[in-house]
């Protein structure tokens, strides 16, 4: 892949964020380019999340700066941030398709609000996304027959409804039995593919993941402490790696939320 | 549900609410009353207006022919001035007398118009002379004590 | 708990209240600023209209008529002590017009229609879909909460007046109907009693200014509720807690207004 700065969808340097006085993030730096598909993993609350709504726009950094599509987020109205937004799709963790619509209407619902085509174009283009996830069959069910698998896919062909440059996923794989899970990795790197658009995803399933994407981002502690290919990474001697590929309980990443040790906190209340 | 079926609803609330909102204005409201219509301006002063209040009825023979829509007191005369307004379709005689009565013993107190026999009628911003203060049941009690004890 | 910490909390809990207080203010002009937005679709606004206005008509329809059952039975035995059970109509008429058919049709429209507002808005709020739309670059204030907003501030003076005239109709059933007083003094003592101005007209201005409160406390604590299903629960509590509150409160103050020291 070529060094190219034309090649950079995304890219993310020195960002830093904080929620009030608890800082999430201490500067990450991390590009991704055009046609690839990168996933950025790390244990629970490490603030992968907030690094996807940094790139939404949905979050400001307060140092740092976040591009995409050649656009600084932190200096965009809130106009050009939608116009932004537009060529963005998002797939939430538990879906979040609307409750009061159909799956039809959900899949439409970008396309009505965006454009003035007719109602037959919207109908056709709505089936050509429900086929490409396999639920052009349940487009007249209600968000709440659809299992939670379904569900993510009927989120998904809504997230590509306007066939966007930059898709990203926030935990596609969190709660799904796994034949549904291989079908969502599946699409993931076929829709990726077949629209010529970018992903990033955020995740903690390791195994999945490695098996699609292109790149991986390790985050802990709001730092990038490792990153590389696949096969780099399941070839890494990185003991923050080797934790999280093995899946062990006490490593770089402690069991223990700090804490004085247990002698000392039991005796200290026992003497008072 | 789909949205024809749910227009015809939300048009259903509409008309029916707006019947109501007709209903109040017309058969419980006097919407018709002395707002719409034309009318003038007299003014009365009185001794003692009682209790008489602003929008209360002017009657004469009974019927409603207008409201009090405003009272002073006059520092010159120390006398009380009532300013009402009449329905343009009555015209009175300029010694009609104005009264300030009570309906029933205790009811609500109005303005009378009694109309006398002159030729020339009263027109808006004119005077009515010729007034009746209010009946003050403490002084009529006050009075007739009075004329027990000099008996 | 000791007593600066008490203070601490009371504190804090002023703060928070002045702080929300400043939220919803900020929130009303949002919502009237892309309430143009949300007119331009305005099948979403009549959708809304049927949520809070027609699913709400059963029990105003009911309450009201009751409650002027009840007006004409009180108004009746008090009344007619002092011989003039005639005005009964009158009374019936002014006490729904004034005040009870806006307060009244205000609390039910809180407890049926605010409450279901707040839960909707509030559950698309845990379930992200606010946060969903807004990454479709549509905004939630424009889509979701200026349609019901309105709708509410639509409905609640057309419920009020639909309430009033039930109740004027009750109270003509019990005096008339089952009591027996004259049917024609029902009606002409009323009319000669109610003035369309002063008694019709700020009636209704009393249940649009109430509708406005309640649509907007409804929308706020639904939009401004913690993301989860305890907090979805607590907003719905506030919502009516609150409504009431400044329904009553709002009463006093339009009252103080509108009918001092006259007739």
Redesign the interface.
């Known amino acids: 892949m070529t060094e190219h700065s034309d090649d950079l969808l995304v890219s993310l340097s020195g960002v830093r964020f904080a929620y009030g006085e608890r800082e999430v993030l201490r500067g990450i730096d991390l590009t991704v380019r055009r046609g690839q598909v990168v996933a950025i993993m790390g244990g629970s609350g490490c603030g992968k999340t907030t690094l996807l709504r940094l790139i939404g726009g949905q979050l400001r950094a307060s140092a740092g700066q976040v591009s995409v599509a050649g656009h600084e987020l932190g200096g965009l109205s809130r106009d050009a941030l939608y116009a932004l937004r537009r060529r963005m799709g998002m797939l939430f963790q538990f879906g979040a398709l609307f409750t009061d619509m159909s799956v039809f209407d959900n899949v439409a619902f970008p396309l009505r609000e965006h454009t003035d085509l007719p109602a037959e174009m919207i109908r056709d283009l709505v089936r050509m996304k429900l086929n490409a996830v396999g639920l052009r069959g349940a487009e007249a069910l209600g968000p709440g027959e659809l299992s939670g698998g379904m569900a993510r896919r009927v989120a998904l062909a809504r997230a590509i409804a306007l066939d966007p440059m930059l898709i990203m996923y926030d935990e596609p794989f969190a709660g799904l039995d796994p034949i549904s899970l291989g079908v969502i990795g599946q699409l993931i790197r076929k829709l990726n593919d077949a629209l010529g658009a970018s992903s990033i995803m955020v995740t903690h399933d390791i195994h999945e993941s490695l098996e699609i994407v292109d790149y991986v981002y390790f985050v802990s502690d709001g730092r990038i402490v490792a990153q590389g290919t696949p096969d780099e990474i399941r070839a890494s001697a990185d003991p923050f790696v080797h934790q999280f590929v093995h899946a062990e309980a006490d490593g770089p990443v402690p069991f223990h939320y700090p804490a004085v040790p247990i002698g000392e906190s039991l005796l200290g209340e026992g003497g008072r | 549900m789909s949205?024809t079926v749910?227009?015809l609803?939300?048009g259903?609330?509409?008309v029916?609410?707006?019947a109501?909102?007709l209903?109040?204005?017309l058969?419980?409201?006097?919407?018709a009353?002395f707002?719409s219509a034309p009318s003038y301006v007299l003014q009365a002063p009185f001794d003692d207006i009682g209790g008489l209040?602003?929008?209360a009825?002017v009657k004469s023979a009974g019927v409603?022919v207008g409201r009090v829509s405003d009272i002073r007191f006059d520092p010159q005369t120390y006398r009380a001035v009532v300013h009402f307004s009449v329905d343009a379709r009555y015209e009175f005689p300029r010694d009609t007398i104005a009264t300030i009565m009570t309906s029933?013993l205790?009811?609500e107190q109005y303005l009378g118009l009694e109309p006398g026999a002159d030729v020339e009628v009263l027109k808006g911003g004119d005077t009515v002379q010729m007034t009746q203060s209010a009946v003050v049941l403490e002084k009529l009690i006050g009075q007739f004590m009075f004329n027990r004890a000099a008996e | 708990m000791s007593a600066p910490n008490l203070l601490r909390r009371i504190g804090a809990r002023v703060v928070n209240g002045v702080w929300r207080l400043g939220f919803a203010t900020r929130f009303l002009f949002l919502v009237l600023l892309y309430s143009g937005q949300s007119f331009r679709r305005l099948h979403l606004t009549i959708r809304e209209l049927w949520f809070s206005g027609v699913l709400s008509l059963l029990i105003i329809l009911v309450s009201g008529l009751f409650v002027g059952l009840v007006l004409g039975l009180q108004g009746y035995e008090i009344l007619q002590r002092f011989g003039s059970s005639e005005a009964t109509g009158t009374m019936v008429a002014l006490s729904l017009l004034r005040e009870l058919g806006p307060v009244l049709a205000g609390l039910l429209f809180a407890a049926r229609a605010g409450s279901a507002v707040t839960a909707e808005i509030g559950l698309m709020k845990t379930t992200e879909q606010l946060t969903a739309m807004d990454m479709m670059a549509v905004n939630p204030i424009a889509r979701v909460v200026a349609p019901r907003f309105w709708g509410g501030v639509i409905s609640m003076p057309l419920l009020a007046a639909l309430f009033s005239a039930m109740g004027i109709l009750g109270g003509w059933l019990i005096s008339v109907v089952f009591i027996g007083i004259d049917e024609g003094a029902y009606w002409s003592q009323m009319q000669a009693a109610v003035d369309f101005r002063y008694d019709v007209v700020n009636g209704v201005i009393k249940s649009v200014v109430f509708g406005v409160a309640v649509s907007l406390i409804a929308v706020f604590e639904g939009y401004d509720c913690a993301p989860t299903a305890e907090g979805v629960s607590r907003a719905i509590t506030r919502t009516v807690v609150s409504s009431a509150l400044a329904i009553l409160a709002l009463d006093f103050i339009l009252t103080s207004f509108m009918f001092r020291g006259q007739s």
């Open positions: 949205r749910l227009d609803w939300v259903f609330f509409v029916i609410s707006a109501a909102l209903f109040l204005s058969k419980v409201g006097s919407f009353g707002n209040k602003v929008r009825p409603v029933g205790l009811g």
